[in-house]
């Protein structure tokens, strides 16, 4: 990120609220800078052709924070504040929260009302939700979210205890298109500290006390214990691992890009990654002589595309048999495909099929 970290962050062009009054100027508090500072090298880095972003909004310390540095550090700024109708008064508070943008200088404040449903749980479906509002509402801008350096810390405690190799702990990216995340640098005492100093109100959703959620014991017990054992810096110090793995991952992905071509090539098929069409086949011997972890990269690519949902590293593993430890063994069902049929992963004659079956 571009810029000293206690650089007073620039005042941009004059702009008004909606009812003509001036935007007003932040103090310059040492949380307002450490915030603003972020989002000024994120726009640097990821926008900065078009300096117009959504925020998503959700009245929380962390969105108001990032809402109140963007609409200095950007040149325009629409709000979009979720209300998933799952709490007794959520429409109130997600009025209360489009005002504070308006307030703030946001150029719009929108209310998106939506519907949670039950796949995957109460967090999964209201999460699938959220995201599905925000990326039909966006109008073609980046979406920046309110995730700090503390959720970075809790996301990749849940993908260590999943289990699955590097990329479950990698965490969240700065950007992955259209999706933002300028504070994964910035502390969440750092964001409740801006809204101090600003004199913002934050709602206090009580899901964020609630025990039954893993990422909640996470945070108020795991963590805490962790950094009492290990004698504090556990949470920088899992960001700064998550950002390494990212950065390998970058590599990793590449070579296996490469290595699917070349198998793609040797078998045959003019393209091995997109859209799978049924037959679709790998060269074995290609496959076979790549090291390991980057032909079950490779793999898992290939399935994504393909249209597989949901791989695990059973699946993979069973997969990866099919050119290792070739007896015999029939094809490995991966899930996704077509209503009706099932994706379907064999050895034929020397290749790596995918097939509806």
């Not at 801006?194 to 108020?220: K, M």
């Amino acid at each position: 990120m571009s810029g000293a970290a206690g650089a007073t962050p620039r005042n941009t062009h004059p702009r008004t609220e909606h009812g003509g009054e001036p935007v007003r100027r932040l103090p310059e508090t040492e949380a307002v800078l450490k915030v603003r500072h972020a989002v000024r090298g994120w726009l640097a880095e990821y926008a900065p052709q078009e300096r117009s972003v959504a925020v998503a909004l959700s009245g929380g310390a962390d969105s108001l924070a990032l809402m109140a540095a963007a609409v200095v550090e950007a040149d325009q700024v629409d709000a979009l504040v979720v209300d998933h109708r799952l709490q007794t008064g959520s429409d109130a508070v997600a009025a209360a929260a489009a005002s504070a943008a308006l307030k703030l200088g946001c150029r719009s404040a929108r209310v998106l009302t939506v519907d949670v449903g039950s796949d995957g749980g109460p967090e999964a479906a209201a999460r699938q939700a959220r995201y599905g509002a925000l990326d039909a509402a966006r109008d073609g801008l980046p979406v920046l979210l309110g995730h700090t350096l503390d959720d970075q810390a809790e996301t990749v405690l849940l993908g260590l205890a999943r289990g699955s190799g590097g990329r479950s702990i990698q965490g969240m990216a700065a950007f992955t298109a259209p999706w933002g995340r300028p504070l994964l640098g910035v502390r969440r005492a750092t964001t409740r500290q801006l809204c101090a100093d600003l004199g913002l109100t934050p709602h206090e959703d009580p899901h964020n006390s609630a025990p039954e959620f893993t990422r909640v014991r996470l945070r108020t017990e795991v963590l805490p214990l962790l950094e009492e054992v290990l004698g504090g810096g556990v949470a920088p110090a899992l960001a700064r691992t998550a950002e390494q793995l990212r950065d390998d991952g970058v590599v990793l992905d590449t070579l296996a890009a490469e290595l699917l071509r070349t198998a793609g090539a040797d078998s045959g098929t003019a393209d091995a990654i997109g859209p799978v069409a049924d037959g679709a086949t790998l060269s074995i011997e290609t496959l076979a002589t790549a090291p390991a972890a980057l032909r079950r990269r490779a793999m898992r690519a290939w399935l994504l595309a393909g249209g597989a949902k949901a791989l695990t590293d059973r699946h993979l593993r069973a997969v990866d048999e099919l050119v290792t430890s070739w007896r015999g063994q029939g094809g490995v069902a991966v899930g996704g495909g077509v209503p009706g049929h099932r994706l379907v992963v064999a050895r034929e004659h020397g290749r790596l099929t995918l097939r509806l079956r």
